[in-house]
């Protein structure tokens, strides 16, 4: 029976409102968990006919492997039901200077030696006379995307690797995959039907949807996956939703689909970030095609001149291909979770695609739900005020992270990068950070949260990467000194094995198609 007046009862059941990966992902995470505790909660999905998902991202995290494991979906399974390749990190091309030598890597591996010592400072100590860039200095993977190799090879287990590593995947078949899991393995049932009407209990709690063709859904939690529409979370609840574009101006996305060439084209197993002069590109290798796309501010330059450079980008393989227009507003609710309605995925926010948040954010809510979701109604306002005070530190952390690409730049050739570094636009927090990090490289404590998005290491692979003007420095002549060298080394050691070792990343993707891989 569900808990449908608004009392202080037993959570029994879910309704997910809205598909796509950020409704099929909930419906899949919270099934399974009910299934794994024998909590018997049952778990809805309404999806509407007629509105197409948006498709957020092609791009995940390493934590998508998790994810995939909870729910119960093999990585055989995975790669070959969403044509997905295996990400390694991103190259940012032109961001520092827009010289033609200008890039660097944000690979997925943390520096050798993480939590013992910090090798940034030696980095800084000879890097004039060395001339290594950072990542390959501290880590090995960035060789690895230049020689267009696996992170693994056909012997490693499902979900295990060589070098840490996320997924590129076509969004389309990756709600599809998820949606016939969520059915056919846990239990989720499946309605098709638009909501017209949502009836609240007299303490605001949505007590029933009422959907177009008469039937009525009853439920105790609401998870509103509706996309940019928002139906409950700001159709329902009025939650004001807070943009930050004056912090992050892109606003607006092409994207595309580009076949390769000949079917044994190199697969880029990183994402590849190209600078522009109002945004950057995004470059992402399939199976079987390439997903391209222009972010852009619509205050910087128009529509036409913005596809105009994706197509240049692109070169004569796109002339005849379509653009899909995508407009957004950078930014969030300021509530997350309101009464016994929590928003996921685009719903909460969308600020843009950069490092690839949109989908770790959605696994990063569920995780927080599932772990700590309400058994009754009377816990549930406790629960809810901690999923907010999280949530609203993540998305500002979150804003931060990817201002600190633009914010460091030396660009000043347009008024797009101009406007990124003028003081109004960076936050307070990042502002107090870039003054300490000039003296103390980026460390644990200059996070207060526990579980940060982007921690440390992703700070000192963007920083260094762009040649920020950090004046700290290690001393080699030093007993730390002699460990950063060993390590240093052994990080040299490691690479010239992988790198005769691993197979070409096609090769590999080819044989998880052909033969599968190892199940743990």
């Not at 968990?33 to 007629?50: D, F, K, N, P």
């Not at 995939?68 to 520092?96: H, M, P």
């Not at 230049?146 to 969004?171: C, F, R, S, V």
Request: charge should be negative; include cysteine.
């Amino acid at each position: 029976m569900s808990n449908a007046e608004g009392t202080q009862g037993a959570v029994q059941s879910v309704v997910v409102v809205g598909g796509g990966s950020a409704g099929w992902l909930s419906a899949c995470r919270l099934a399974a968990r009910s299934r794994q505790t024998g909590s018997g909660v049952s778990v809805t999905l309404v999806e509407s006919a007629t509105v197409p998902s948006v498709g957020v991202g092609e791009g995940t995290w390493p934590t998508m492997r998790n994810t995939l494991r909870k729910i119960g979906i093999s990585e055989t399974t995975f790669i070959r039901s969403c044509d997905a390749a295996l990400k390694q990190g991103a190259r940012f091309v032109g961001w520092t200077d827009g010289s033609a030598d200008d890039a660097y890597y944000h690979p997925l591996n943390p520096p050798v030696g993480m939590g013992d010592i910090d090798l940034a400072p030696y980095w800084l100590g000879q890097s004039d006379a060395d001339g290594a860039s950072f990542a390959d200095w501290v880590d090995y993977q960035a060789a690895l995307c230049d020689a267009g190799l696996a992170p693994k090879a056909i012997t490693a287990p499902e979900y295990g690797g060589q070098a840490n590593y996320a997924y590129h995947l076509d969004a389309g078949k990756f709600a599809t995959l998820l949606r016939d899991h969520a059915i056919a393995n846990l239990g989720v049932a499946h309605i098709v039907g638009d909501v017209v009407r949502t009836n609240q209990a007299d303490n605001g709690d949505i007590r029933t949807l009422d959907l177009a063709d008469g039937r009525v859904l009853q439920g105790d939690l609401f998870v509103d996956c509706s996309g940019f529409a928002a139906l409950l979370i700001g159709g329902v609840y009025k939650i004001p939703f807070r943009s930050c574009r004056d912090v992050l101006f892109a606003d607006r996305a092409l994207a595309m689909q580009v076949p390769y060439a000949s079917e044994d084209d190199p697969i880029a197993c990183h994402t590849i970030s190209t600078a522009q002069d109002a945004g950057w590109i995004w470059d992402i290798g399939l199976w079987t095609r390439r997903g391209v796309g222009h972010v852009y501010s619509s205050a910087h330059t128009s529509d036409d001149a913005a596809e105009a450079a994706l197509r240049r980008y692109v070169g004569p393989a796109g002339d005849a291909l379509p653009v899909r227009r995508i407009a957004f507003d950078p930014g969030h609710r300021e509530t997350f979770w309101q009464n016994n309605c929590v928003a996921i995925g685009l719903s909460a926010g969308f600020l843009e695609p950069l490092e690839a948040s949109a989908l770790m954010l959605i696994e990063t809510s569920l995780d927080a739900l599932v772990d700590r979701l309400p058994q009754t109604r009377a816990t549930m306002d406790s629960v809810a005020q901690q999923f907010n005070v999280t949530f609203r530190h993540h998305w500002l952390r979150i804003i931060e992270f990817l201002k600190l690409h633009y914010v460091i730049t030396q660009r000043r050739d347009t008024d797009f990068w101009r406007d990124h570094v003028a003081a109004a636009s960076i936050p307070e927090g990042l502002r107090e950070r870039l003054d300490l990090w000039t003296h103390h490289s980026p460390a644990p404590q200059d996070f207060a949260h526990a579980r940060e998005v982007f921690s440390w290491p992703s700070y000192q692979y963007v920083l260094h990467g762009m040649r920020f003007g950090s004046r700290y420095r290690g001393q080699a002549n030093t007993a730390e000194g002699a460990s950063v060298a060993a390590l240093v080394n052994r990080n040299d050691r490691i690479r010239a094995d992988l790198v005769n070792k691993l197979p070409r990343h096609r090769d590999l993707l080819r044989a998880v198609r052909e033969h599968g891989l190892q199940l743990v």
